[in-house]
């Protein structure tokens, strides 16, 4: 949200996670936490402590509802929810944990909202409410999603199966209670777009509308909002600027909570006939407009028995507040894109015929969207999408193979729709589930790699023609799922269907995940360093990995490495990567060094050395781009600054000195050296050496010059 990016002039404290604080262990370090399995002394304290919290929190909950039933009835509720909303958007430019949850929560609210009768909810709109509801709903919704946490976080420890797949459902069940992103818009828009766009003339002739269309009209209206609220903004900057420079602690949060409550009362989204503004602001027909307004509303008065945040809410997919007289709230149409493929798959469910062609879709768009990002890194002559092999009488296909001399990766790419009683992980559909995604998928980029290892003697590409490829020994196995489905990613279970697994392992990433990571890892070295980091992760079981930002964030700023997992230890992530989202959600700023966008810190010229390997030595290219893809950022300085005394152009005494120091080599790790040399001199080994040429000049951006 553009008012977002305004920042006030003092700097205060990250505020606290909004689901609340949770039990630190174990030792960060290189950004990974260690977790040693305590004594069972202190097993059992921990165990009492975390029941001890979840038995008061289901005591309490309960309340809670109550407490914010009550104020919605003695509220206008549409305006409350409206305001609640916005106000917590306004924070969202706080570190993960600030936010995590809230959007959950404001769908919960929402929900209860339409839980209540119709007449009710009529009767008290424009009724004016005192300033402090807000916050006091706020509040409440807030400490209703920390016993939610809590009871969540209880449910873990009880008794059962403790396998890879006991453990992604349960993740699965907390991530259906608070977790409602589903990647950056970015990636987000170009994957429906691409799925949905080729149905516009069947989905209007059978819906009323295109699906894409609905897209365009959130975009719109969020548009329309941001006008509004800019100017609301500036007009209380004003409360603001009067602070004097010696303000006291209490005085500083007194107008903070004034100027948040006057601008979340102002600009918050507004009941209104939204098909005029947007028929006006589009162009499109009032019947269109109109029918993707009733198909993404839940009408007041339809979900009576919604009573916990568990409650299936439909306006999960169907995110527009309905009125009976054909008004309307939307208060986050930007939002829209988080769920916009599971309510296009809703919307189509009524009709085969539009909803068989729509799953076709989502399959081959996820593969197009596939070869696209990863052509875009290795370019036509490596990357190939369709190619058939011979096996068992019948020519299975790699969805995506990139092959180079120096290292070959195989996509296969799984679209099926991720299913609500498996979201809610109901346990044999997620069984069903981790059949179709994950052993399936493993069985079928082992035969890959096995015909591979025998030659690829019978290869075809998309149209047949019999092809041939460099076949390196070095193959990575990945996994593009298009539904999100983290816990999978996480720990691969195995849904006992499993007849083989790639013996290096497999990186498993959802499609928006994998689009991100082509945007940020744009070099050949660069992405396949990383994807066979990914698959050797998951092989050998550690740090987990919950989140892909996270983890291609802190491989960017420090670099992760596989961890063996033995029983009684444990390695995690130990904070949230701001690099990503830093990026990704604030407007670009060439001033502000946090908005560029994040790099692996590998310089230039040693990505082009890497380049001539994979012309000259291919099979050290595997090894090299490890190598050197595992150096952390900061030990390139040495690099830099070598490459400047060896500057052609230096011809003094101390100049010569440090190029014949740089001449001799430069060890980074233990099996790589660079070489800098100007005169372009192989030596006789070169097996672990990099020669970096110093005739590429990096500009203040970061871009070739």
């Not at 209703?144 to 946490?149: L, S």
């Not at 790699?449 to 023609?465: E, F, N, S, V």
């Not at 499993?498 to 990571?517: H, I, K, S, Y």
Request: net charge neutral.
């Amino acid at each position: 949200m553009t008012s977002q990016a305004r920042s006030n002039p003092r700097r205060r404290p990250d505020p606290p996670p909004f689901l609340g604080q949770t039990l630190d262990f174990g030792e960060i370090r290189n950004g990974v936490r260690h977790v040693e399995r305590p004594s069972w002394s202190a097993r059992q304290k921990l165990m009492a402590t975390l029941l001890g919290q979840a038995n008061e929190a289901r005591t309490h909950v309960p309340g809670l509802v109550n407490r914010m039933r009550s104020l919605l009835r003695d509220s206008d509720p549409l305006f409350l929810y409206s305001r609640v909303a916005f106000l917590l958007q306004m924070r969202r430019i706080a570190p993960g944990p600030a936010t995590f949850g809230a959007d959950a929560l404001v769908e919960f609210l929402g929900g209860l909202v339409t839980a209540m009768p119709v007449d009710d909810v009529l009767s008290r709109l424009g009724q004016d409410d005192h300033p402090q509801t807000l916050y006091t709903m706020e509040a409440l919704l807030r400490e209703y999603g920390v016993g939610q946490r809590r009871i969540s976080d209880a449910e873990a420890l009880r008794p059962g199966e403790r396998s890879q797949l006991a453990r992604a459902v349960r993740l699965l069940e907390a991530e259906n209670l608070f977790d409602r992103m589903n990647g950056y818009p970015a990636q987000l828009e170009t994957i429906f777009t691409t799925i949905v766009a080729p149905l516009a003339e069947r989905s209007r002739s059978t819906l009323g509308f295109a699906l894409g269309d609905a897209l365009t009209v959130a975009n719109a209206y969020q548009d329309i909002l941001d006008e509004g609220r800019r100017q609301v903004v500036d007009e209380f900057q004003v409360l603001l600027d009067r602070i004097p420079p010696n303000a006291d602690h209490d005085t500083l949060i007194q107008t903070f909570a004034t100027h948040m409550a006057g601008v979340a009362t102002i600009g918050a989204s507004p009941v209104v006939n939204l098909t005029d503004w947007l028929v006006e602001r589009t162009g499109f027909p009032a019947a269109e407009v109109s029918a993707i307004l009733d198909s993404m509303s839940t009408r007041l008065g339809s979900q009576p028995d919604l009573d916990s945040l568990a409650s299936p809410n439909t306006l999960r997919r169907r995110p527009i507040v309905g009125l009976p007289d054909g008004r309307h709230l939307w208060i986050t149409p930007g939002d829209f894109l988080h769920t916009a493929l599971e309510w296009a798959a809703d919307v189509c469910d009524p009709h085969p015929t539009l909803r068989k062609t729509l799953d076709k879709r989502r399959q081959d768009g996820c593969e197009e969207l596939a070869y696209l990002a990863l052509r875009g890194v290795f370019g036509d002559d490596h990357a190939h999408a369709a190619v058939t092999y011979p096996a068992d009488g019948q020519r299975p296909d790699i969805d995506v193979l990139v092959a180079t001399p120096g290292g070959t990766i195989i996509v296969e790419a799984k679209a099926a729709r991720f299913t609500d009683p498996a979201r809610r992980a109901a346990p044999e559909r997620v069984r069903k589930k981790t059949r179709e995604y994950v052993d399936k998928a493993l069985d079928q980029n082992a035969r890959t790699i096995a015909y591979l290892h025998t030659g690829a003697q019978d290869l075809r590409d998309a149209r047949k023609r019999r092809m041939t490829i460099p076949n390196s020994p070095h193959i990575t196995s990945v996994i593009v799922t298009l539904d999100r489905v983290d816990p999978f990613a996480t720990y691969l279970p195995d849904g006992g269907k499993r007849q083989n697994v790639p013996p290096e392992g497999t990186w498993l990433v959802n499609l928006a995940d994998l689009l991100m990571t082509t945007d940020i890892l744009r070099h050949p070295a660069e992405f396949y360093a990383y994807a066979n980091l990914r698959a050797s992760i998951n092989h050998v079981g550690g740090p987990l990995i919950f989140v892909e930002t996270d983890a291609l964030g802190l491989w960017c700023e420090e670099r992760i490495t596989p961890i063996p997992h033995h029983a009684g230890a444990l390695a995690t992530f130990g904070q949230t990567s701001a690099l990503m989202n830093d990026y990704y959600t604030h407007p670009h700023n060439i001033e502000e060094p946090s908005t560029q966008r994040p790099t692996s810190g590998v310089p230039l010229e040693v990505l082009a050395a890497l380049d001539d390997v994979l012309r000259t030595r291919a099979d050290r290219w595997h090894p090299l781009a490890a190598a050197a893809l595992s150096v952390q950022p900061q030990r390139w300085a040495a690099v830099r600054k070598a490459l400047r005394t060896v500057s052609p152009t230096r011809t003094s005494r101390r100049a010569k000195k440090n190029a014949n120091r740089a001449k001799g080599g430069l060890n980074l790790a233990g099996d790589l050296t660079i070489i800098i040399d100007n005169t372009d001199t192989k030596c006789n080994d070169c097996s672990n050496h990099l020669h970096l040429l110093p005739q590429v000049v990096e500009s203040e951006t970061g871009e070739d010059t």
